[in-house]
């Protein structure tokens, strides 16, 4: 039986209470001089990546499922807590409704909406964060998987399921702020977001929950179940005539999948201050899936490793060559696919390892150029 | 002596071709039967009818005498007790023997039952005893991609057992195997008969004659004779559409 926490998870969680103790003390303690205020908001939006990256992993890097549509289950994640934040404004919006939001007060709607109906409540929103992409997850994956599609045919369906919902969330009619989505947030709970403490709570917050979703992911993917998804993703066919019905499991880790996607956007939207249609660009579904790839598929630190290197990397690279971005987006992906084929965290590991190996470094230096690397990746994925 | 398994009148065509025409089947509970046929006699698309794989086009699939296999899918198939090898081994390969074997037993198949089960005493004393039955006891923690073929033949086989089923098909079990492995496979399944009812499809003649059972012939969807191996191997027919080849 595998252990809950591994090594690989063991350092990944370490690592994540350092930097979870250091970031947002550091700028509290010496009041923004030290670490800026900006930077807590900008690692805990990273941290809410890597939640969505683990995600995504628990579907594509076990079940096989490689969807292109997580971002629809973020975003949806993301406006329901930005359902909330816009009903906590209440009369300090430009235009002093109480009860209704800046936009509808500009659409000249008169009443709220139902669906806005219950989202004063924290406790309200904080469900719907999970049920709303927990049962689009669900109704999507009913039709999909019953009817046995799979592969690229599924693939593309998810991205056109993002792709319906953007156009969707545009529209003004829809009744969720259209082209600018919401904004112009001020508290919650009670805390101004423009304060460093609410920050600071956010951030560790956003840990905590990256923290949760890769233990729940582990202990699904270590239990019978997950060893049955893993089935289901090298030999599905075998799995169904053993008596499992794939479709169940299927529809199972997708909705799990869906709802932790669904708090890691909500987590996002206050960090960012924003939540818009762009969120749910097929572009950003495709990024998830480079994360993961990046990260090492399959490993779940690895994915969630992924997705705050790429998205470090995107922040700095945009400040430098904006133009430049995408190119390397791109050349850090074939670069990932050719020669890394276990991911970053796979370099990570296999260099720890040869590392290890203590003085009889020049022997695996050349045992690398008689491409034992390639040689080990097999065995090394049978592991995963 | 009950019957297990009855096609009636089964027809099932693809794209205008006849894969199976007018076939009518009856096997006995406990009985071992060799299936043999030309390529392109029917003898996959009979297994997939039987497992829910393939639906008829008409003609009727009875288990145990009562109930319609054509309006069950794959893995009810599986769950009545109908356990399947196929023709090339498939194993998990990233899962090692020792998961292979504990995956397949007999147990809830339910999403929330997997998701707390913890594996008991008992499934892992008849882990061991499966994994000593098709001697691969050693290599139980390796991954099953390091098998051989014919080890993988054998896991599989292992996995079948691990079901318990009531009924076994299995195609072409001794493809890939050494001679001495051919026989220990037509032994074991010939044991396992009685307890299990056990269909094998089959090209190899010896295999079929140590198997010592009744052989029912399968051509272009249609049972052309059944019997004895002497009986239909002396059979014209069966001599010109199969075994003269």
């Known amino acids: ?384 | 002596m009950s019957v297990q398994l009855q096609l009636d009148g089964v027809n099932r065509s693809f794209d205008g071709y006849k894969a199976i025409n007018d076939l009518s089947l009856s096997v006995d509970k406990g009985e071992l039967r060799a299936v043999i046929g030309p390529n392109g006699a029917g003898k996959t698309t009979m297994m997939d009818i039987i497992t829910g794989k393939t639906r008829p086009d008409s003609g009727k699939v009875l288990w145990n005498q009562s109930l319609d296999l054509t309006k069950i899918d794959e893995a009810g198939s599986a769950r009545l007790g109908i356990g399947r090898k196929f023709q090339k081994p498939t194993v998990f390969e990233t899962h090692t023997v020792e998961e292979n074997i504990a995956l397949s037993l007999k147990a809830e198949r339910g999403v929330f039952a997997t998701l707390f089960h913890r594996r008991t005493e008992a499934e892992r004393a008849r882990i061991t005893e499966l994994l000593q039955l098709v001697r691969l006891e050693e290599a139980r923690d390796r991954p099953a991609a390091d098998l051989s073929h014919g080890q993988k033949q054998w896991l599989e086989i292992g996995m079948l057992l691990a079901q318990d089923p009531e009924l076994l098909l299995v195609d072409e079990p001794a493809a890939g195997m050494t001679d001495a492995e051919t026989m220990r496979t037509a032994d074991l399944l010939r044991s396992l008969a009685g307890r299990h009812t056990v269909i094998v499809v089959e090209h190899d003649m010896d295999f079929v004659r140590a198997l010592n059972c009744r052989v029912t012939v399968l051509h272009q969807g249609h049972v052309l004779t059944e019997g004895s191996l002497d009986h239909v191997s002396s059979n014209p027919e069966v001599i010109e559409v199969y075994l003269g080849r």
């Open chain 1, 1 to 384: 039986m595998t252990t809950l926490i591994d090594r690989r998870m063991g350092v990944f969680l370490a690592g994540l209470f350092v930097l979870t103790v250091l970031i947002p003390a550091g700028n509290l303690a010496s009041d923004g001089a030290l670490v800026p205020s900006y930077i807590v908001s900008l690692f805990g939006k990273y941290l809410c990546y890597a939640l969505l990256a683990v995600a995504l992993d628990l579907v594509w890097g076990f079940c096989g499922i490689l969807s292109l549509g997580h971002g629809a289950f973020f975003a949806l994640g993301g406006y329901a807590m930005g359902m909330h934040l816009m009903r906590e404004i209440g009369d300090r919006g430009v235009y002093a409704n109480p009860l209704l939001p800046d936009f509808m007060v500009f659409l000249n709607w008169k009443e709220l909406p139902w669906f806005w109906l219950g989202f004063d409540q924290f406790w309200f929103a904080s469900l719907m964060v999970m049920l709303v992409p927990g049962a689009l997850a669900f109704v999507f994956g009913w039709f999909a998987f019953r009817s046995r599609v799979t592969g690229v045919y599924l693939s593309i369906i998810t991205q056109a399921m993002t792709y319906a919902l953007q156009l969707a969330f545009f529209r003004n009619e829809m009744g969720f702020g259209g082209n600018n989505g919401l904004t112009d947030f001020k508290d919650v709970l009670g805390i101004p977001l423009q304060t460093d403490t609410a920050r600071a709570g956010l951030f560790v917050l956003s840990a905590l929950a990256l923290a949760a979703g890769l233990l729940i992911a582990r202990a699904i993917t270590t239990s019978k179940l997950g060893m049955i998804l893993v089935c289901i993703r090298d030999a599905e066919s075998r799995t169904r005539f053993m008596g499992y019905r794939v479709e169940g499991y299927k529809l199972f880790i997708f909705v799990v999948s869906a709802m932790m996607a669904g708090v890691a956007g909500a987590l996002y939207t206050p960090q960012v201050g924003i939540i818009n249609p762009g969120e749910f660009s097929p572009a950003n579904s495709i990024e998830i899936v480079i994360w993961v790839a990046l990260g090492g598929r399959g490993t779940l630190v690895g994915a969630a490793l992924g997705a705050i290197i790429v998205a470090a990397s995107k922040t700095l690279f945009t400040g430098w060559f904006p133009e430049f971005w995408l190119f390397a987006l791109g050349g850090l992906f074939i670069v990932v696919t050719l020669f890394l084929p276990r991911g970053v965290l796979g370099l990570i590991e296999d260099g720890l390892a040869s590392l290890r190996g203590g003085g009889a470094r020049r022997a695996v230096s050349a045992a690398r150029e008689d491409g034992q690397a390639p040689d080990a990746a097999p065995e090394a994925e049978a592991r995963a």
